[in-house]
């Protein structure tokens, strides 16, 4: 007797071998042999050598079915692997990342997978390709394509046991290449850099063309280069890789959110050019639409802009509130310190408040706005405007004819040019005598002045200034007491310092050796406030406690438009232009100080370093220079702390670049004030249309007194005729409220009530009512 042995089935068969006795019959050619092994077994029963015999033809039968099933599997990936290959340009693993995972899990799952066949319009058995192992919702690159799941199976294991991260990784493969494009805020790696950089790994053992197709995975947009963010997915820490695949999907959106609120910005400007010349405004078919603008103007970047927009309007009328109140000064007054004299500051005052700007205003009827006129006129904002604040060329010019009165030795003060033996002599070669207790004509003081050598007796400006600040009263006469109110003014010293660039040379120079940088000095010893102006008061206290003399000669160098108060922009320009950089990236990524602040502080201590605020203006392409930022921002020159401690910045020492006051340039300001007056001249200029000019001229050609030869007619009493209805009826006239009252029916035949004229006082009288008779127009 011979035995046949069966393996083991797949189908969870288990138990030991079953022996079969060998039949006499003949055999099928589908039979299994039989083992020579076997030949000299024990024979078995009947029933048991049915069993086998059933038993090997399932046996077969499977192994026929997983035949078929194997071919099929093969064809049904093929089929996918060709649809994602021409997705990819020609690489199965760029369509891959292109069509079924962006993200680079290295797995898709059943929704998704359906998804993306109705999208592509490919049909393959499903049950089949995701029924292959124990897990039928997911369908991983292994599976798929087992060649390259096991190349990036082993890529992601070299890339954690070789280093860091996979940001490591590509830092390694950046400093290896040597045709890498773009700058240190946009690095780029291209193919062949790439290719020579990873195959040059020995450990790794990757060929060109597996280097290639690893490119090829991580290129899935198929730009030509790889950045960082693209080899993210390799990071083999679920945790770390799902938080940096989060960061990179904020930063696409935030670039695709820049782009938006540029494009919106771009379109509020032409619209603001399109009103201004008095065009139409016109939306193409790709233009935001109306209901959106809420929406846009959330963005950081719109509303950083709206915040200039708003800074440059205010200045604007600012500045137009200061110019109009300034006329109506020298339309009423003749000048504006003739006006400070008599009717802002009186009774021998030199500085007034915003009290007695908001009374003069309703003294007047000025319709100004009152607050944008004060800033206008308190430039130091003291809480007061002083006499060079309001009229700075006329306190100019006073207080250098004080400054030289003190200086000679025979005057020392103003009130003794009133008896002086010039002033005498003076006028009675002009007149003929001299009355030194009543009042001097302009032309004799400035011959004065001449006579006692004032310097400035040829130039005329400084003539006119002078006499129109000492003529109170706009009469062409100076007396005593103009001169003694001169003499009680203590004007500041920079009045009548001359400007002197060496001066503020040398006292920079102080600054920078005391503190290390200009910057430093500025916040340290400037602007203690952190409000981006440093006034006259700040800047004397500072010189002072330098030990530096020409202070008044150094801050008329740096106030050339005396404006009583200097910013960053005139003290160091270059760090001016490197805060307003920073405060304006930091507005536009991240809506303020503060956030940008949170978003920079990455370990949550409360502190930045050095490397994080690097890192994070190179992320995010800040091209200003970050040591000197850092450096400025950190003031605490390591007091109370370890010398050897690393330096850091905390949201106190950056939190005051919110507090600046937002600077408009110039020429914004001009602009604006430019398309404003076209504005308002299309506006006043518009011109009306026919039914407008006709309803004018029909009023103007209306006739609007009242006759005594009309009022007799019976045709007014009975029905008043349309130019009366108009005219005087919707006027609500007095003739008007009368003839209503007292109009009554007439018979066919009845006379109207006849007015008669009273002799005693010429009026009318209908009736038992009296009325005077309306005036003529002449």
Request: hydrophobic content about 40%; glycine content about 6%; proline content about 5%.
């Amino acid at each position: 007797m011979a035995a046949v042995s069966t393996p083991l089935s797949s189908a969870g068969r288990c138990g030991p071998t079953v022996m079969a006795p060998a039949r006499r019959t003949r055999r099928s050619p589908e039979a299994a042999p039989t083992p020579p092994s076997l030949a000299a077994t024990p024979t078995p029963s009947r029933s048991s050598s049915k069993a086998l015999a059933r038993s090997c033809e399932e046996e077969l039968a499977e192994r026929s079915l997983s035949k078929q099933l194997a071919r099929t599997l093969e064809e049904e990936r093929r089929k996918v692997t060709d649809v994602l290959a021409e997705r990819g340009g020609g690489s199965m693993l760029r369509g891959w990342r292109r069509e079924f995972d962006p993200d680079g899990n290295l797995e898709i799952d059943f929704e998704d997978f359906c998804r993306a066949a109705r999208r592509l319009k490919f049909a393959v058995d499903t049950e089949l390709i995701f029924g292959r192992d124990d897990d039928c919702r997911t369908l991983t690159l292994q599976e798929l394509s087992p060649d390259d799941g096991a190349l990036f199976s082993r890529l992601k294991q070299w890339v954690a046991a070789e280093y860091a991260s996979a940001r490591a990784f590509f830092d390694a493969v950046w400093s290896a290449t040597s045709s890498a494009e773009g700058g240190a805020g946009s690095r780029k790696v291209n193919r062949q850099a790439w290719v020579e950089a990873v195959s040059m790994a020995s450990s790794l053992g990757a060929s060109e063309e597996e280097c290639g197709r690893i490119f090829d995975c991580c290129d899935y947009v198929d730009a030509g280069y790889v950045q960082e963010d693209d080899v993210v997915f390799l990071e083999s820490d679920p945790k770390v890789r799902s938080q940096e695949l989060f960061k990179a999907k904020v930063t696409s959106f935030d670039q695709w959110k820049s782009a938006a609120a540029r494009e919106y910005v771009q379109l509020v400007e032409r619209n603001r050019g399109l009103v201004a010349r008095g065009q139409q405004l016109t939306r193409d078919r790709g233009a935001p639409r109306a209901w959106l603008d809420r929406t846009f103007e959330q963005l950081p970047e719109v509303a950083c802009f709206a915040k200039y927009s708003r800074t440059v309007a205010e200045q604007h009328s600012i500045r137009e509130a200061r110019e109009a109140f300034m006329r109506h000064l020298v339309q009423v007054h003749g000048s504006g310190i003739r006006a400070f004299r008599r009717a802002l500051a009186p009774e021998g005052a030199f500085c007034f408040t915003f009290h007695h700007v908001r009374a003069y205003c309703n003294q007047h009827s000025l319709k100004l706005h009152t607050w944008h006129l004060w800033r206008g006129l308190d430039r130091d904002n003291d809480g007061r405007v002083a006499l060079e604040e309001l009229c700075t060329e006329h306190a100019l010019a006073l207080a250098g004819l004080k400054q030289w009165a003190a200086a000679v030795p025979e005057l020392g003060e103003c009130a003794k040019l009133w008896k002086s033996p010039a002033a005498a002599e003076a006028s009675r070669q002009k007149s003929g005598t001299w009355f030194s207790e009543k009042k001097m004509l302009h032309s004799i003081f400035v011959d004065t002045l001449r006579r006692l050598g004032w310097p400035h007796a040829g130039d005329k400006c400084k003539r006119r200034l002078i006499c129109e600040g000492l003529d109170n009263h706009g009469c062409g006469v100076i007396t005593q007491h103009d001169l003694e109110w001169l003499d009680r003014w203590r004007a500041p010293e920079w009045t009548y310092a001359e400007p002197d660039p060496e001066a503020w040379a040398e006292m920079k120079a102080l600054l920078v050796k005391r503190y290390g940088h200009p910057l430093i000095a500025w916040r340290k010893a400037l602007d203690r406030s952190d409000t981006n102006a440093v006034t006259w008061a700040e800047f004397r206290a500072a010189a002072l406690r330098l030990g530096f003399p020409r202070f008044a000669a150094a801050w008329r160098t740096l106030d050339e438009d005396a404006k009583q108060c200097i910013s960053m922009r005139e003290y160091d320009p270059e760090s001016a232009e490197m805060l307003r950089s920073f405060r304006r990236w930091a507005e536009v990524h991240f809506g303020s100080i503060k956030q940008c602040f949170r978003r920079l502080d990455a370990d949550g201590n409360g502190s930045v370093s050095f490397t994080e605020l690097k890192r994070a203006c190179h992320k995010f392409a800040w091209d200003g220079d970050v040591q000197a930022l850092f450096y400025y921002f950190d003031t605490d020159d390591g007091a109370g702390v370890a010398s050897d401690a690393p330096r850091s910045v905390r949201y106190g020492d950056i939190v005051f670049l919110d507090s600046w006051a937002a600077e408009a340039t110039a020429q914004d300001v001009a602009a604006f004030s430019d398309s404003t007056e076209v504005a308002e001249k299309k506006k006043n200029d518009k011109p009306r249309n026919a039914a407008q000019v006709a309803a004018i001229t029909e009023r103007l050609c209306t006739p609007v007194e009242f006759t005594l030869a009309r009022y007799k007619s019976s045709d007014y009493l009975s029905k008043p005729p349309d130019w009366l209805r108009r005219t005087v009826a919707d006027r609500a006239d007095p003739l008007a409220d009368f003839l209503a009252a007292n109009r009554r029916p007439t018979s066919a035949g009845a006379r109207p009530p006849q007015p008669t004229r009273s002799a005693s006082d010429g009026c009318l009288t209908l009736g038992r009512t009296r009325m005077s008779p309306p005036m003529r127009r002449p």
